[in-house]
């Protein structure tokens, strides 16, 4: 079984060994994406201030911009105060944060009222994905 450090001991994981992250621009404070962190994943990041992320579809970890080239450099990693979720503050290279080559995840906006309701695009696409995963 692998040593983590004293202060992992922090970090309530769910049942499956995961903690929810958020990764913040550390300038503008715009939120770029939520993924999942093991706890492998949360000490190579604390360890080399690169995001590492837990895969649920891979089942592995993934180091952000290992296809894309899009990393990013954590500034501070934080815990929150159940200590269940997990916020980095990041610098996102080459601008583009989501997997369909927008700045951030968070790119759609819930505009109209009532039944007229609907989600709408507010963020272009900076780069075809098809173009960023080949």
Known sequence: MTQHPDWMADVAFDKDGLVPAIA?????????M????????LAETA?????????????RLWRKGEESGHTQTVH????DCDGDVV???ITQHGGIACHTGRPSCFYRQLQ????????QITDPVLKD???IYK
């Open 24 to 32: 913040q621009d550390a300038e503008s404070g715009q939120i770029m």
């Open 34 to 41: 939520v993924a999942w962190m093991n706890a492998e994943a």
């Open 47 to 59: 360890a080399t201030q690169r995001a590492v992320y837990w895969s649920r579809s891979r089942s």
């Open 76 to 79: 501070e990693l934080r815990l």
């Open 87 to 89: 916020l980095l503050k």
């Open 112 to 119: 109209g009222e009532g039944a007229q309701s609907a989600w």
């Open 129 to 131: 994905p098809e173009l």
